[in-house]
């Protein structure tokens, strides 16, 4: 059944790697907790106990909104196909954006994407499996593209004011410092 481990073996980054989808969760102190599932080729290990991830484009920047207020975050992987297994990472994370020093030092870890919003460092202090034993087969077809089509053909300039319209605030009103002029003082 469960076991703890206090960073993630060689065994567990194969298994990361190998998935075609995990999940984000993280939540303020007060207001919702947000899970958002995330594909692409979009996480990165970088050490034994530190993730990096890209975050796209997306209706919401919930995690963006939380981090500054609650640097909590959870990431889980289950298996659908193979061995059963969820594996999970715990730990605290920063969220960089593309004017800070920190996001240029990692984008080039990832595929060139121009609805590339943020990247989210977590350093991981547990790392947790489970038998995954409930969680059913399924068989992987292929990776999505609509999210990057549709951001490709919005470009630079349309990305910024669809952020401007939709990604300066989470869904409870917290400010997700996308742009330099929200960021608090």
């Not at 034994?48 to 990431?75: C, F, Y």
Request: proline share 3%.
């Amino acid at each position: 059944m469960g076991k703890q481990f206090d960073f993630i073996s060689n065994e567990q980054k194969v298994f990361i790697e190998k998935q075609h989808i995990y999940f984000v969760a993280t939540a303020a102190q007060e207001g919702r907790v947000n899970l958002s599932p995330k594909g692409t080729d979009a996480l990165r290990i970088i050490e034994r106990n530190k993730v990096v991830w890209l975050n796209l484009t997306g209706s919401g920047n919930e995690t963006a909104a939380h981090l500054p207020k609650n640097d909590r975050m959870t990431i889980m992987f289950c298996a659908f196909e193979g061995k059963p297994m969820i594996l999970r990472l715990y730990g605290h994370a920063k969220i960089f954006h593309k004017r800070d020093q920190e996001y240029q030092e990692y984008k080039h870890l990832f595929p060139e994407n121009v609805g590339a919003r943020q990247i989210i460092e977590m350093q991981v202090d547990l790392v947790q499996s489970s038998c995954g034993y409930s969680v059913p087969f399924m068989d992987f077809r292929e990776d999505r593209t609509l999210l990057n089509d549709w951001a490709e053909k919005q470009g630079h300039d349309r990305i910024e004011a669809y952020w401007k319209n939709k990604n300066t605030k989470s869904i409870d009103g917290f400010e997700t410092n996308i742009f330099e002029s929200n960021t608090p003082k």
